[in-house]
């Protein structure tokens, strides 16, 4: 079974300085999804950014990176010049290759990181 | 814009109640998930469905049952409420290729059992 790590209960951020997240898995799968989910308070969870393992280039959405390190099985995400609207729990999650079988939809999530941001 | 809802915000329930959660979506997925959200243990899924009257156990189904009897409706089940049950349940569906098998979210019911 997928575990997934993210050691870091709690962070924080200078507004407009640069943060980075961390998230570990553990598979033994060669293809897969990864994911970083944004849970601001008392409101919905949504997608920051997503990553197929079979990609080398990391992926980018606006303000929001990750440094995937495939061999490291490391997945963190970089959130630049960071905004008050930015606090949130942060959750990454794994998820294997759909070809796997209708289990394969599941996601598996970390513990998650709570991100404060400093005005 | 995918738009997964959910029956309830809160709710409180008394030991031993039978409580029913509904979700639902009009994206047309095929799959939906039932987690269970507590501080300090992130998310843990209960049950999935890939299809109507289709469903899979998660990691935690004890206590729990589901539902499925139309495609953008899944419902999960408490059939005797207990104090451990109290948590935040979140809704998710996601479809099969592309960019639609991303999970979308439910806004969560957090379920009070006394």
């Known amino acids: 079974a997928q575990t997934v790590t993210q050691s870091q209960p709690e962070m924080s951020v200078q507004e407009a300085e640069t943060v980075t997240l961390s998230c570990t898995y553990d598979?033994?799968?060669?293809?897969?999804?990864l994911f970083w989910y944004k849970q601001p308070p008392s409101r919905q969870m949504i997608l920051v950014i997503r990553?197929?393992?079979?990609?080398?280039q990391n992926a980018t959405e606006n303000r929001f990176s990750v440094n995937f390190q495939k061999a490291a099985k490391s997945f963190s995400l970089k959130i630049s010049d960071s905004q008050l609207g930015d606090a949130a729990m942060y959750f990454c999650a794994y998820r294997s290759a759909p070809y796997s079988g209708a289990g394969s939809y599941q996601l598996t999530f970390g513990k998650g990181t709570k991100l404060s941001v400093i005005p | 814009d995918v738009k997964v809802t959910q029956s309830s915000r809160y709710l409180v329930k008394r030991t031993g109640e039978k409580v029913f959660l509904e979700c639902v979506q009009d994206?047309?997925?095929?799959?939906m998930f039932w987690y269970r959200q507590d501080p300090g243990l992130g998310l843990r899924l209960i049950y999935f469905s890939y299809d109507v009257k289709m469903k899979e156990k998660g990691d935690i189904p004890e206590g729990y049952s589901v539902s499925r009897e139309k495609k953008e409706r899944f419902s999960l089940i408490l059939e005797s409420a207990s104090t451990n049950q109290t948590s935040m349940y979140l809704c998710?569906?996601?479809?099969?290729?592309?960019?639609?098998?991303?999970?979308?979210f439910g806004p969560g019911t957090r379920l009070l059992v006394l």
């Open positions: 994206m047309d997925h095929e799959n």
């Open positions: 990553q197929e393992a079979y990609k080398q």
């Open positions: 598979t033994s799968e060669s293809d897969y999804y």
């Open positions: 998710a569906s996601g479809g099969t290729s592309g960019a639609q098998e991303t999970q979308y």
